[in-house]
């Protein structure tokens, strides 16, 4: 078996896996029949969010992975069909708003600094805590509105479904980086989760596919 095909596996497994834990997500946050409301307790947002946050990151590297050796598309142009109205051709249509499908974050959020790059640890805890609004009123165990877990949930669910859609997305921008150091959702030390092992897989099969041939 070469390299490619090696990968190619691995690709899949690591994409069955997270698809599992997708779909989990996605039913965790479905409403209740009935609800009139976003809101969810505090504990299942912050469970979901817990295992939605590797899920990403670990898709990201699939992403990448999927995106080696594919080369930029050229951009078709888009065609006006012929005799429809939905859209412009009628009032209905110019009134009627698209339902916007929730689009997979391709890249790592940035990350943030402080603003003296030069502080060690210890200066940054001598520093005085920063006073939010509202920071006196925030409740730990209060609702929370899930409607972006919802949306973010949605969007990692159809990227695995079609991961070579998403790798053609990511060649598109032709950027292919990700940004340095522990991605986002990485649990250091011993993995809680079976998220956390499958970030760490596709954390090492980026760094394999990434080094020369000699060299692995």
Do not use: H
Not at 138 to 151: H, M, N, Q
Not at 209 to 214: L, M
Request: glycine share 6%; charged share 30%; aromatic share 6%.
């Amino acid at each position: 078996m070469d390299d490619r095909a090696w990968l190619a596996g691995a690709i899949e497994l690591n994409c069955e896996a997270l698809l599992r834990i997708a779909m989990r997500l996605v039913v965790m946050l479905r409403p209740p029949a009935g609800c009139m409301t976003d809101n969810v307790p505090a504990s299942l947002y912050y469970r979901v969010l817990r295992l939605l946050r590797p899920a990403e990151s670990a898709v990201r590297r699939l992403i990448v992975l999927e995106a080696i050796g594919l080369d930029p598309e050229p951009e078709r142009p888009r065609k006006d069909v012929p005799g429809d109205t939905s859209r412009s051709g009628s009032k209905a249509g110019r009134d009627r708003k698209p339902v916007a499908q929730p689009a997979f974050q391709l890249f790592d959020p940035f990350k943030p600094l402080p603003d003296n790059p030069w502080m060690t640890d210890g200066d940054m805890e001598k520093e005085e805590p920063l006073a939010l609004p509202g920071l006196q009123d925030f409740r730990p165990d209060a609702p929370r509105d899930a409607t972006s877990l919802r949306r973010r949930a949605r969007a990692l669910l159809d990227a695995l479904v079609d991961l070579p859609a998403q790798a053609r997305r990511l060649v598109r921008w032709r950027l292919k980086r990700l940004r340095p150091g522990f991605p986002p959702g990485y649990r250091r030390g011993r993995p809680v989760d079976e998220v956390d092992e499958i970030l760490r897989e596709c954390m090492s099969l980026l760094t394999w596919a990434e080094t020369p041939p000699g060299r692995r």
